[in-house]
């Protein structure tokens, strides 16, 4: 297991820009595939991003292609989030995950961080 801590969250525009980061605790981070997933009040939660452990894929939802783009640096221990053309519909509390497969499932994630929220106004 990997203990996860997200930070970069906040209160934007629609059209603004926000790169989210996910600090990673453990020896194990760089044989992790490392994922996005974000939950909208009332709504569950659902995949973003992921990437492989080797920065590999990756893969994004259909909603936010084109938009936003997940990478890692292992040496840092650290992936990130970057979110452009931010929308309304992009509000929501940002997860990051680790596990073992690269999957666009919550459960094949393990290791959850706390989350950070991201708001889009329009």
């Known amino acids: 297991q990997v203990q996860l801590v997200e930070s970069g969250g906040g209160l934007v525009q629609a059209g603004g820009s926000l790169r989210l980061s996910c600090a990673a605790s453990g020896r194990t981070f760089s044989n992790y595939a490392m994922g996005w997933f974000r939950q909208a009040p009332g709504k569950e939660r659902e995949f973003v991003a992921v990437t492989s452990w080797s920065g590999g894929g990756p893969y994004y939802a259909d909603s936010v292609k084109g938009r936003f783009s997940i990478s890692r640096d292992n040496a840092k221990n650290t992936v990130y989030l970057q979110m452009n053309s931010l929308k309304p519909e992009d509000t929501a509390v940002y997860y990051c995950?680790?596990?073992?497969?690269?999957?666009?499932?919550?459960?094949?994630?393990?290791?959850w961080g706390q989350g950070t929220q991201v708001t889009v106004s329009s």
């Open positions: 995950a680790g596990g073992p497969l690269v999957t666009t499932n919550p459960r094949g994630f393990g290791s």
